[in-house]
């Protein structure tokens, strides 16, 4: 009988692990875990400040994705003005580099947010749009400050039509 009791000490008991928000071993999910405006559980009263807590927590983090594009890009925008306004090959690489992870950046907007459904995220996807539009800005600006950009009037000197001058001379020629 001793035998069999701390046979069943050392042996670990792995049932029922898998099972989300089971209450079997008195054990409740770790605060954080659940992201859903649905709980189960627990008093009317009780669910409702529970609502409005994981609401301001899904608004919380949505408001941290919508930062998100300037603090990555942060450190692009730091090696392009690092870089200078010189056309080499290295600055051009890291501005196509730059570009790409931008528009990137705009074309995962819905991706980002599609976990906070159960809240409103317009205002956050508009910051999170106006962030990418000005590390966009800044690119472009330095883009032109580079020369990259047709920006001058001796860029498009090709389109600009010339105009034929006639000219009369007279006079008298000494020899």
């Not at 649905?38 to 927590?57: F, I, M, R, W, Y």
């Not at 800044?138 to 032109?144: D, G, N, P, V």
């Amino acid at each position: 009988m001793a035998d069999k009791d701390e046979e069943k000490r050392k042996n670990w008991d792995f049932q029922n692990l898998d099972v989300a928000g089971s209450n079997k071993n008195g054990l409740d999910d770790p605060v954080g875990y659940r992201m859903t405006m649905d709980d189960g559980g627990g008093a009317g009263g009780k669910t409702k400040v529970k609502s409005s807590h994981q609401e301001q927590l899904l608004e919380k983090k949505a408001w941290e994705i919508a930062i998100a594009p300037i603090q990555s890009v942060g450190m692009n925008l730091f090696m392009l003005w690092m870089s200078g306004s010189s056309p080499g090959i290295f600055n051009v690489m890291i501005l196509g580099y730059c570009l790409t992870s931008i528009v990137g950046q705009f074309s995962r907007v819905n991706a980002a947010f599609v976990s906070f459904k159960s809240i409103d995220t317009t205002l956050q996807k508009l910051a999170y749009l106006a962030l990418c539009s000005v590390s966009l800005a800044y690119l472009l600006y330095h883009a032109s400050g580079m020369g990259l950009l047709p920006t001058s009037s001796g860029d498009w000197i090709a389109y600009i039509p010339s105009t034929e001058v006639i000219e009369q001379t007279t006079g008298i020629v000494h020899s």
